[in-house]
């Protein structure tokens, strides 16, 4: 990195221009963490939920847009408050 650090502009990539699926996994990541702290679930039970999201959005035909994993936390929250398991 050079010294002085030079401003956000002169830098090549912005975090908004960043493409592939960094940005998808870095949701996905989001939304494990969040099952993690709120409703205190195992790690291995997390990423199952969120692979179980990512099959229902599949079958739905949803795009992996920007409410994609709104709509999979909203998802997810009413399949735990139906008292569902994650399909293993």
């Not at 199952?48 to 847009?65: M, S, Y």
């Amino acid at each position: 990195m050079p010294w002085p650090p030079q401003p956000a502009e002169a830098y090549p990539v912005r975090v908004s221009n960043v493409k592939g699926d960094r940005p998808f996994l870095a949701w996905r990541s989001a939304i494990r963490d969040r099952l993690l702290a709120s409703r205190g679930l195992e790690p291995e039970v997390a990423d199952l939920w969120c692979t179980a999201w990512e099959a229902e959005a599949k079958r739905q035909g949803r795009a992996r847009d920007g409410d994609y994993w709104d709509a999979g936390t909203l998802w997810i929250d009413a399949q735990c408050a139906a008292r569902k398991r994650p399909p293993n």
